[in-house]
């Protein structure tokens, strides 16, 4: 009996060490942040402990309310621009030869090593009017002048859209690559076309793959910092530098508490909203 316990300590060791990192690195700061959300701000840019509702009340004006549409708005279509793109893109990979895959796989890896600064100045001298992809389709003859597409909402979409794209196909890749090949080839055989194939058969047993990765791109692009202000206006910032603005410049942080806990709650509810509807989607389809 007594040469049990050593045993049992061993068996929870493993549970132990990750809920112990959990509590370090997420639920200690998320509680410190909660706290903070409702402390009360002094003059001068202190704060103090405290228990008032003021900032959250002051997270009802036109300012918060259009950067919050807008940040859901465009990690939205970045979502389904990323999936729309990758999933395509990502079946054709797996229907290679492995040597192709590995050197697509490999080149997607590398896209990652760009930070974000990198890309976002990259795409600003690419969307430029004066050595952007506009004089090359003058050059080709395909527009009378060239034009500027940077700063916009485009080069933004862009931005995102090209950091959000490798880790859509990562996380497509492993159950397309599982993917039996019988299946689309049982339903040719019955007399579908190759595109509905791919649309009832692919994309109908691949659901649960596909929700998991716009659920992936959405929350990246909401993390989005840089890119709103290289590539975009200051009518295209996002929240997060909105939050930023007030920690680090307004030094207000009990406000920017406020805003990052609304803004991870109602995101939250939206990633949960969207995995119900999946899950109802395959049983109504089951």
């Known amino acids: 009996m007594i040469g049990e316990k050593p045993k049992g300590v061993r068996a929870h060791a493993p549970v132990v060490y990750p809920a112990v990192m959990l509590g370090i690195f997420f639920i200690i700061p998320f509680g410190i942040?909660?706290?903070?959300?409702?402390?009360h701000r002094e003059p001068g840019g202190f704060y103090i402990p405290g228990f008032e509702l003021t900032n959250y009340g002051n997270l009802y004006t036109a300012l918060f309310g259009r950067t919050l549409l807008f940040s859901l708005f465009v990690?939205?279509?970045?979502?389904?621009?990323?999936?729309?793109?990758?999933?395509?893109?990502?079946y054709f990979i797996t229907r290679m030869r492995r040597r192709a895959q590995v050197v697509w796989l490999v080149f997607?890896?590398?896209?990652?090593?760009?930070s974000e600064v990198i890309v976002g100045f990259a795409w600003s001298l690419l969307l430029s009017r004066t050595a952007g992809l506009s004089n090359l389709l003058v050059?080709?003859?395909?527009?009378?002048?060239?034009?500027?597409?940077?700063?916009?909402?485009?080069?933004?979409?862009?931005?995102?859209?090209?950091?959000?794209?490798?880790y859509t196909v990562l996380v497509?890749?492993?159950?397309?690559?599982?993917?039996?090949?019988?299946l689309p080839e049982a339903a040719?055989?019955?007399?579908?076309?190759?595109?509905?194939?791919?649309f009832t058969v692919v994309v109908g047993s691949l659901r649960n793959a596909i929700v998991a990765s716009c659920?992936?791109?959405?929350?990246?692009?909401?993390?989005?910092?840089?890119?709103?202000?290289?590539?975009?206006?200051?009518?295209?910032?996002?929240l997060?530098?909105?939050?930023?603005?007030q920690a680090i410049y307004q030094t207000n942080m009990p406000m920017a508490a406020s805003m990052a806990i609304f803004f991870m709650l109602v995101s939250l509810l939206l990633v949960l909203l969207t995995m119900v509807i999946g899950k109802g989607k395959k049983i109504v389809n089951g």
Do not use: E, N
């Open 33 to 39: 942040m909660v706290a903070v959300s409702f402390f």
């Open 108 to 114: 997607l890896m590398s896209v990652l090593s760009l």
């Open 139 to 166: 050059w080709l003859g395909l527009m009378d002048k060239a034009v500027a597409w940077y700063p916009g909402f485009t080069a933004l979409l862009f931005g995102i859209c090209y950091l959000a794209f490798p």
């Open 188 to 198: 040719q055989t019955l007399g579908a076309s190759p595109i509905k194939t791919f």
């Open 215 to 238: 659920v992936m791109v959405f929350v990246f692009s909401l993390g989005v910092y840089l890119l709103p202000q290289i590539l975009g206006r200051p009518r295209h910032w996002t």
């Open 240 to 245: 997060s530098v909105l939050i930023t603005d």
């Open 172 to 182: 497509l890749y492993p159950p397309l690559s599982r993917l039996d090949p019988a």
């Open 75 to 90: 990690a939205g279509l970045s979502a389904a621009v990323c999936v729309s793109i990758g999933f395509p893109f990502t």
